[in-house]
């Protein structure tokens, strides 16, 4: 709760002519900025999302099988890499309107060209590519468990199966996909890269200007704290959608439901529309990167700071993810320990720093450990002479805290994932064998968890490494990671030299969709 509270504190520092200048000036733009954006990308990831996850289960076809995990890489994509990769696509005087005008019969781009990929429309729809598997897994996963029997019934009732989907399964999977919906927007809220470079002024960009550019760090923390209320007001809208609404299957006499095996050539054309978003959202941008890092590898080979980037990355990744883990079963196992709505509570404000954007969990970071800064180089001065500096701003140190703050969430709901799956019977087992609680959980509930532990630190570890805002607006002087050498590089137009960072982070992105692939599949 700490960079929360920090972040309530900094905004009160600010004049009180500063959130009339704010109001006036800078929120209007950059709230109806934000508003569209969310709609737009809402609207699509759920569109995309629930067609494809209908598309894989409801359907028999050729390729269904690579359709099912295909559809998940786009995960691997972080949102500022994919606008690093198609502004360089879709450029006036790039290969692919000079195809295009070649074919139509033009010569030049005035002629001829693209609508500009640098608008709100455009970022939209490029967000909506990446963002909509988080409403493709917990859909499908929806669309596997409904029973036979339901959907049986509708047809025996002369519903056409088209009506099935419309009438029976969306219904049933309005949950998944508001809950996958709040994801996605919570990502395109947490987006920085992708906005800036596509001329979109969302809250999120709003803040890192008003801090870095104009060094206002009070406005940028009122700004964050209008953000702030942006997310609760989401999540609050998402939870009062469903207030009323109860779902259940029977357990008896139920089978799950079976694909309907189609023609070749309709299958043909199902595949078609399947493959689309895969093709837009991951085969596209990783074709560009692989092709421009192997000619930035001929050329020069490796940039003398490749090694250097990799080390800070994978060094402070891993180090936030395993405090992260080790603080997620802390939490996790609280709570099976002692359940009660005192236990809940702490779980929950423990875990929610996952549902505030980067650049707010950077600023709220930023006050706390500077205040912490200032306070030991005073009592170093005044005991010893000498200035200690910034022990924790300059070591990283808060680089990390800010890790650990926003993906503590990830952790911990694996760990209780995980933790309920063991009946509590095993506990009172242990303990009538003589068993301390130290000695329960070190010799029961630890081995049996060490699946979700290991999927919870995979989870993280990625995120930290793709991780932008927080990266960019926290990190030492003169320390770079994969995402921050991307973002600059694309600043300054020189993509080239990006291409390998970037091409990293998309590698280093594809292990939890290889893990999620697994996740669901029915078996036999």
Known sequence: MLPVLALVYQAMQGSAGLWSHLLTNVLPAALTDTV?????????????????????????????????????LPLAVPTYIIAYAYLDILHPIGSLQGTIRWLLGYTNPREFRLPDIRSITGCIILLGFVLYPYVYIPTRAMFLTQTAN??????????????????VALPLARP???????????????????????????????????WVTRSDLPGAAQIALSLLCVVVALIALERWARREQRYSIS????????????????????????????????????????????????????SSRFLDDAANTIVFAATATVIVVILGLVVAYAVRLRPGPSATWFYRLSTMGYAAPGTVIAIGVLVVVGSLDRFIDKTTIAWFGISAGLVFMGSGAALIYAYVARFLAISAGGTEAGLARIPQSFDHAARTLGQTTEGTFRYVHLPLSKAALTAAGLLVFVDCVKELPATLLLRPLNFETFATQ???????????????AALAIVVIGILPVVLLSKVGRPKG
């Open 36 to 72: 569209i954006l969310l709609c737009g990308v809402g609207l699509l990831a759920a569109i995309l999302g629930t067609t494809t996850a209908w598309l894989v289960t409801a359907y028999d076809f050729p390729g269904r099988g690579i359709l099912e995990w295909a559809l998940l």
């Open 150 to 167: 339901l959907i049986e019934a509708s047809r025996t009732l002369g519903v056409s199966r088209r009506s099935v989907f419309w009438h």
């Open 176 to 210: 998944a996909i508001a809950v996958g919906i709040s994801l996605a927007l919570m990502e395109a809220l947490n987006d920085i890269g992708a906005s800036e470079f596509l001329g979109v002024r969302t809250l999120t960009v709003s803040i890192y200007t008003t």
């Open 251 to 302: 357990a008896q006499r139920s089978r799950y439901f079976e694909p309907h095996k189609v023609t070749a050539i309709k299958g043909l054309l199902l595949f078609g529309l399947g493959s689309l978003p895969v093709l837009i959202g991951f085969v596209a941008p990783a074709s560009y990167l692989v092709t421009h890092a192997w000619k930035r590898f001929r050329f020069a080979g490796l």
């Open 486 to 500: 991307l973002y600059g590089e694309a600043a300054r137009g020189t993509y080239e030299e990006a291409a390998i």
